[in-house]
């Protein structure tokens, strides 16, 4: 283990008392100072929460070391990142402690949820970092909560529902919502707290988070920090309301705006919101002026901040207005208040010095074949799941619609912690039919009708994920899940490798074409969404497929697309047999039989495919990969051995789909056992048309695909 010693330039000298945690504020206790910091260093602040709350000679007793701590800390990885101990954005909480410290105080940590940004630094102090984890984090060492595997100000701890931000702005506060429902669905007292600051109150996710809190009576509280700026632009630029709080009448909430410099006041504010939300189960938001007294980021001068308004904003700083509330409503004298100040910089200085000591992040084998390459990617994105067994269930006829369906019932009866969540699932049963008398059975708690909000639901749904709920979206086309692309790919797909615990949601995105609905309502995006590390993708062709599919992407723990061709809900009819057991599902499926050629075909083209060879008179192998990530290609491998020749077919255009990356990890790992060069047929990387003969063109042809069976297997034989 590399240990590292700072170089150190002027800092404070070695702390003269130690501190201790008396379980409402560390304070200063004057003895053995060296072990008390060392122990502090890596102990949560001690804080009493709702629904106890403090006088205010109390509050201020608990918030100000808490804000000092905070403050010196920062100012500390300040120096750390100019001497290039930590890398990245260091983006900064200083001026903002009042708000973050005020409003975070009252909250549960381990039981309320929340999702802290990247100027909250105090508030991941105050709901139960340690000190010496947010040094390791800034210093990308082995102990941050991220194990070095995301940057400085995007941390947390998810099994203490403090979920960590990814960079998005907007995104985390849906996720908020859905933990807070789905933890008080179970009978949890949860609250949530989720922070936005004046940029991000911009995005639409966040109207979309609020007012999907607000129609499901969501107990979270919006805490939009008003720091005057978002990065450079200032508010002006950013909205055109008098008081962002005022927004809250529009989805008929109680909203508030405080002085954010004043941490009792916003303290109060919040105590007072929870009160109600206990009586009340509703979101609330308070808007707190507070203050940014950096640039946004370590390497930002803020220039653009004039000398006059830097003035305004000194004097306004929440920490000598709270030090002096120590003396004048405290009570406490000079030399108490400097040896709190001293115990806190003893924190500091040991916190810092425990993390320059900690191991970097264990580095990974570099992989030196494809195949290393995508085993390694897989134990680093995904979560294990441990398999139970489950009931059997036999059906002699269903349509893959039916078997939709049946599915869901299944998952909905023998997995109580599942909900089933999208548009128009609840009485009128989806638009495809395929939840049909779900919301009947199992009522509005367990099949919800939401808001036209792709993005928040997926959002919401990682959100329950994390506080023990199972949730299925069904996104109306598959076309409208690019809505919620960063809650998809890079929030849900990113989570377990940077959170350390797993964001299992199963989203369901009926897709293809060829039923005359146009570019939006069209598309197959396999392609796509398999580009995203930490995703899983399913995409089933028959009713047993179906039925497959969904039970084993509710049971994985991994975030889970599974594609539904939309003509193939209500196409051919087939028995459905499921054991129960969930081993092994995870690979192609062969639709035909044959040495000639190896087939891959995806959605309607792998009936297409089957017809196509028997038209062709030709001995093909055909496969529904089934898995479409990660890709399952062993069988494949053999399928190649024993025919040589390979062709993959999918109606997704050569850019939305899956065929060239296959194509190329195949000649990659397998080439030496290919005969004849490999071929894709696809549809052409254009909109899908609409015309009916427009489309058809579009759509690869049966023909297309006999003359190419026909061309690799050595051309047209006479009969
Ligand atoms: C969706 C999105 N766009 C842009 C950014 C880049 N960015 C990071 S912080 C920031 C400013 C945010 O301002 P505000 O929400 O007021 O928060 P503050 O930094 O002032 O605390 C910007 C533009 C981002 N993180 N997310
Ligand atoms: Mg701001």
């Known amino acids: 283990m590399e240990v590292r010693s700072e170089s150190r330039t002027g800092r404070a000298s070695t702390p003269q008392t130690g501190v201790v945690a008396d379980g409402m504020s560390w304070h200063h206790a004057g003895s053995a100072e060296a072990e008390t910091a060392e122990s502090l260093a890596r102990q949560p602040v001690a804080l009493p929460r709702f629904p106890e709350r403090l006088s205010r000679e109390a509050f201020y007793l608990a918030a100000y070391p808490a804000m000092y701590l905070s403050r010196r800390l920062e100012e500390r990885l300040l120096e750390l990142f100019q001497k290039g101990y930590v890398k990245g954005t260091v983006t900064i909480g200083i001026g903002g402690e009042a708000t973050a410290i005020g409003a975070s105080m009252p909250f549960r940590p381990g039981r309320d949820a929340t999702g802290l940004l990247h100027r909250d630094f105090g508030a991941h102090l105050a709901l139960g970092a340690t000190p010496y984890e947010l040094v390791c984090q800034y210093m990308a060492n082995a102990d941050s909560p991220t194990h070095?595997?995301?940057?400085?100000?995007?941390?947390?701890?998810?099994?203490?529902?403090?979920?960590?931000?990814?960079?998005?702005?907007?995104?985390?506060?849906?996720?908020?919502?859905g933990a807070v429902w789905s933890a008080r669905r179970q009978g949890e007292d949860v609250f949530g707290l989720a922070p936005i600051g004046d940029g991000g109150s911009s995005t639409g996710e966040f109207h979309e988070a609020i007012n999907l809190a607000s129609v499901h009576g969501v107990p979270v509280l919006f805490l939009i920090e008003n720091n005057g700026y978002s990065f450079s632009v200032p508010v002006e630029l950013q909205y055109h309301c008098e008081r962002l709080s005022d927004r809250a009448i529009g989805y008929g909430l109680q909203g508030r705006t405080v002085d954010g410099t004043d941490p009792w006041e916003v303290y109060s504010a919040v105590?007072?919101?929870?009160?109600?939300?206990?009586?009340?189960?509703?979101?609330?938001?308070?808007?707190?002026?507070?203050?940014?007294l950096h640039g946004h980021a370590a390497y930002d001068k803020a220039e653009y901040v004039s000398a006059e308004k830097r003035a305004e904003m000194a004097a306004r700083d929440p920490l000598p207005a709270t030090r002096a509330k120590l003396l004048d409503v405290c009570g406490l004298d000079e030399r108490s208040?400097?040896?709190?100040?001293?115990?806190?910089?003893?924190?500091?200085?040991?916190?810092?010095?425990?993390?320059?000591?900690?191991?970097?992040?264990r580095v990974p084998a570099v992989a030196k074949t494809a195949r290393e390459r995508a085993d390694?990617?897989?134990?680093?994105?995904?979560?294990?799941?441990?398999?139970?067994?489950?009931?059997?269930?036999?059906?002699?006829?269903?349509?893959?619609?039916?078997?939709?369906r049946m599915a869901l019932e299944y998952l909905l009866e023998h997995r109580p912690q599942s909900f089933l969540a999208g548009q128009d699932v609840g009485p009128y049963g989806s638009a495809f039919k395929t939840c049909k008398g779900l919301f009947e059975r199992f009522g509005p708690g367990r099949v919800m009708d939401l808001p036209i909000c792709e993005s928040a639901m997926v959002g919401f749904a990682i959100g329950a994920s994390q506080t023990g709920g199972e949730p299925i979206v069904e996104f109306q086309f598959a076309?409208?899940?690019?809505?919620?692309?960063?809650?998809?790919?890079?929030?849900?797909?990113?989570?377990?490798?940077?959170?350390?615990?797993?964001?299992?949601?199963?989203?369901?995105?009926?897709?293809?074409?060829?039923?005359?609905?146009?570019?939006?309502?069209?598309?197959?995006?396999?392609?796509?969404?398999?580009?995203?590390?930490?995703?899983?993708?399913?995409?089933?062709?028959?009713?047993?497929?179906?039925?497959?599919?969904?039970?084993?992407?509710l049971i994985d723990r991994n975030p889970c697309l599974v594609l539904e061709h939309k003509m193939l809900y209500w196409g051919r009819a087939g028995s459905i047999a499921f054991d129960g057991h969930l081993e092994h599902l995870w690979q192609p499926r062969r639709h035909a039989e044959g040495d000639e050629l190896t087939l891959i075909a995806f959605?309607?083209?792998?009936?297409?495919?089957?017809?196509?060879?028997?038209?062709?008179?030709?001995?093909?192998?055909?496969?529904?990969?089934?898995?479409?990530?990660?890709?399952?290609?062993?069988?494949?491998?053999?399928?190649?051995?024993?025919?040589?020749?390979?062709?993959?077919?999918?109606?997704?255009?050569?850019?939305m789909g899956m065929g060239e990356r296959l194509i190329g990890r195949i000649c990659c790992e397998w080439g030496h056992l290919l005969k004849t060069p490999p071929q894709l047929i696809a549809a052409p990387d254009t909109p899908v048309p609409f015309a009916p003969e427009l489309e058809t063109a579009f759509r690869p042809a049966r023909t297309e695909i006999t003359a190419a069976i026909e061309q690799l297997t050595g051309g047209r034989r006479s009969h």
Not at 276 to 291: F, I, S, W, Y
Not at 376 to 402: C, W
Not at 484 to 510: E, H, K, S
Not at 634 to 647: D, F, Q, V, W
């Open 271 to 292: 105590s007072q919101m929870l009160e109600r939300m206990k009586d009340n189960p509703q979101p609330a938001l308070l808007e707190c002026r507070t203050l940014r």
């Open 376 to 404: 390694q990617a897989e134990s680093l994105t995904y979560a294990d799941t441990v398999l139970p067994t489950l009931p059997p269930l036999t059906v002699d006829r269903a349509k893959n619609g039916d078997a939709v």
């Open 337 to 361: 208040v400097d040896d709190i100040e001293r115990s806190m910089g003893a924190v500091v200085e040991q916190s810092v010095r425990e993390a320059m000591q900690a191991a970097r992040p």
């Open 479 to 553: 076309d409208f899940a690019t809505e919620a692309a960063t809650q998809i790919g890079l929030n849900a797909g990113t989570w377990f490798f940077r959170a350390d615990q797993p964001a299992p949601v199963l989203m369901r995105l009926p897709c293809g074409g060829g039923l005359t609905m146009g570019m939006f309502h069209s598309g197959e995006y396999e392609g796509v969404w398999s580009c995203f590390p930490g995703l899983k993708i399913l995409y089933p062709v028959t009713p047993q497929e179906t039925f497959e599919a969904l039970v084993a992407g």
């Open 603 to 655: 959605g309607a083209m792998v009936g297409e495919s089957v017809k196509a060879a028997k038209e062709a008179d030709r001995r093909v192998d055909v496969w529904n990969p089934w898995v479409v990530k990660p890709l399952r290609l062993e069988p494949i491998r053999r399928s190649l051995e024993r025919t040589g020749r390979l062709l993959v077919v999918h109606e997704a255009s050569s850019g």
């Open 148 to 177: 070095g595997r995301e940057g400085n100000v995007h941390h947390g701890r998810a099994a203490e529902r403090r979920y960590p931000m990814m960079s998005h702005l907007g995104r985390m506060l849906s996720v908020v919502v």
